[in-house]
């Protein structure tokens, strides 16, 4: 049986039915040293009673059937069930009761014979340590009262003088002093239990708390000793060590495989030095057909365990990973730079945008001055357009989403952008919408951050889109049961794979005058209310198309594809 479960078991005993268990074995071994007293005495020539003889027989086979038996004489008690603190009255009337009459019932019939009185002893005992203790005190009041009535009938009867009845009463208080003995230390073994139960439930919680923070944790963590045999692996130490491939969780040893020769001696080097850089160390693992991975390694170590060897705890991280996350964190500090220098800048641009309206008055009529205060007007526009784009995902900004309708929103979105635009409104027009879905369909969404996105998209597929009828199409449609999608598709070449690498990444452009922020708002836009915005080429139809899915809030049967330019 495995420790765990054996410590289990005897922690579900309480401490009442162990001392059961006890006592129904001393009673047994009682019963047979009674047995063989009568046996002793009759072989030295006194004679006890008959009676006496039967009924010690009958008890002794009583008490050890009681012992070996439990289930059928306890009252099917045993085994007990944790929560089982107290006695039944079956377990209480075979025990405690059957000793007090039974040894009542012998001391009436044989007052001269053996003293039994002393084994009255034995059910005062188990009562002071099983029950509570007003009847724990009740019980030895009991066989108090029936010692000193056997003593007055004996001396009535002239079998004994009056010295027995002193004996009885000494031999009461006797009694009552075990009783409130055994109960006192039965409750202060109970109050212990039940603390140490305590923290043997507060110290397993603990420790499946801390087993599921590190099951959980996205970092590796490895237990090892210094002869590499890894005592403990989490996923995602198994998932770095093992490539493609099933790793259990352990024990398993490190010179098992070449790949993991490297971490091996890294782990002998640290426990040969006593020591290791406290900001850790890469290792290369070379998993074999060019395929490598770089981790970096922390190792801290333990106090030493119960077998004499102290163990070393790793914590395992992919390179890439942590050069990833330490570039998410240089953009989102970038990120607060700018937005606070763009809130810096709108002050002196809304100065120049005044400053220049003003000159354009005094220059009328002189040409070379109007030029240069529209180049002036067209910068301090294009100098807004990045402000505005800076603070639309600064961070800090709540956004707050409301129910809105879709279709009517793109349908309003997309007529404002052609008349922006200037795009014709005949069949020449390069702009195209198809609503394939509910018009009462409903999603999550701030409507001035979906007009935003949708906006960015326009704007991004017309300035790649040939020059053709319908060479932008915006297409709304039912995506399974839980999104809607709304796609921008444009007639453009494909985009080049190291371009679509860094679509959605800020300030990347392929233009001159672009900020490379148009794509990366329209992202930060959709994870703020649990939308998904991607890039698909679907050379079928030699487009280009960026997918926008919402979560949609409400179902509703799907109508006839509609078509409207």
């Given amino acids: ?20 268990r006890a006592f129904m074995g001393a009673r047994a071994t009682l019963s047979l040293a009674l047995l063989a007293t009568q046996s002793l005495a009759s072989l030295m020539g006194a004679r006890p009673s008959s009676w006496a003889a039967w009924l010690s027989l009958l008890y002794g ?14 009252g099917g008690a045993w085994p007990p069930t944790p929560d089982r603190q107290t006695l039944s009255w079956r377990q209480i009337a075979l025990s405690i009761g059957v000793d007090l009459a039974l040894f009542s019932l012998l001391q009436w019939l044989d007052p001269a014979g053996l003293s039994y009185g002393a084994l009255l002893f034995m059910p005062v005992l188990m009562a002071g340590a099983l029950l509570p203790r007003l009847p724990a005190l009740a019980c030895a009041a009991l066989s108090s009262l029936q010692l000193l009535a056997v003593g007055v009938w004996a001396v009535m009867m002239g079998l004994e003088g009056g010295l027995r009845i002193s004996q009885a009463g000494l ?23 039940r603390a140490a139960r305590g923290s043997l439930e507060y110290a397993r919680q603990q420790a499946d708390l801390n087993r599921l923070v590190i099951e959980e944790m996205d970092e590796g963590v490895l237990v090892a000793d210094r002869r590499g045999l890894v005592r403990a692996a989490n996923p995602a130490a198994r998932a770095l060590l093992a490539e493609g491939a099933t790793l259990r969780p352990g024990p398993f040893r490190l010179d098992a495989t ?3 020769a490297p971490l091996l001696r890294a782990l002998t080097q640290a426990y040969s030095e006593r020591s290791w850089p406290e900001a850790g160390r890469d290792v290369l693992l070379d998993f074999g057909g060019g395929l490598q991975r770089s981790l970096h390694v922390r190792m801290r170590f333990t106090m030493r365990s ?9 914590f395992v991280e992919d390179n890439r990973h942590l050069e990833a996350r330490n570039r998410q964190e240089k953009l989102a500090a970038m990120g607060r730079v700018s937005a606070g220098i763009a809130h810096e800048i709108r002050n002196p641009l809304t100065a120049i945008a005044q400053a220049n309206a003003l000159l354009e008055e005094d220059c009328a009529g002189q040409p070379r001055l109007e030029q240069l205060t529209r180049m002036v007007a067209s910068n301090v526009e294009r100098l807004k357009r990045i402000v505005d784009d800076v603070m639309e995902v600064a961070p800090g900004i709540a956004s707050i989403p409301q129910t809105v309708q879709l279709e009517p929103l793109v349908r309003e979105y997309c007529t404002d952008w052609a008349a922006t635009q200037r795009l014709p409104q005949d069949d020449s027009s390069p702009l195209r919408l198809a609503f394939h879905l509910d018009a009462a369909t409903l999603v999550s969404f701030d409507p001035h951050h979906l007009r935003r996105i949708l906006i960015n998209l326009l704007d991004n597929g017309l300035r790649h889109a040939r020059p053709m009828p319908a060479a932008v199409r915006v297409e ?31 300030f990347f452009s392929t233009r001159s005058r672009g900020t490379g922020l148009g794509l990366y708002i329209c992202r930060e836009l959709c994870e703020r209310y649990g939308a998904r915005i991607d890039y698909h080429r679907l050379e079928s139809q030699h487009v280009n198309e960026f997918r926008v899915l919402l979560p949609r809030l409400a179902t509703s049967p799907v109508q006839d594809t509609i078509h409207e330019r």
Avoid: K
Avoid at 180 to 185: K, M
Avoid at 479 to 504: C, K, M, N, Q, Y
């Fill in 1 to 20: 049986m495995p420790f765990s479960d054996t410590t289990s078991r005897a922690a579900g005993i309480s401490t009442t039915q162990r001392l059961y």
């Fill in 61 to 74: 086979v009583q008490a050890v059937l009681a012992w070996i038996l439990p289930r059928w004489f306890g």
């Fill in 171 to 193: 031999l009461g208080v006797g009694l009552f002093v075990v009783t409130l003995l055994a109960n006192e230390l039965a409750s202060r073994l109970a109050r212990e239990e």
């Fill in 258 to 260: 070449p790949t993991w």
């Fill in 306 to 314: 119960l077998d004499g060897d102290d163990l070393c705890v790793l």
């Fill in 476 to 506: 709304v449609m039912q995506e399974g049961t839980e999104w809607i999608r709304l796609s921008v598709l444009s007639d453009a070449d494909p985009i080049p794979a190291e371009v679509e690498r860094h679509l959605f990444e800020p």
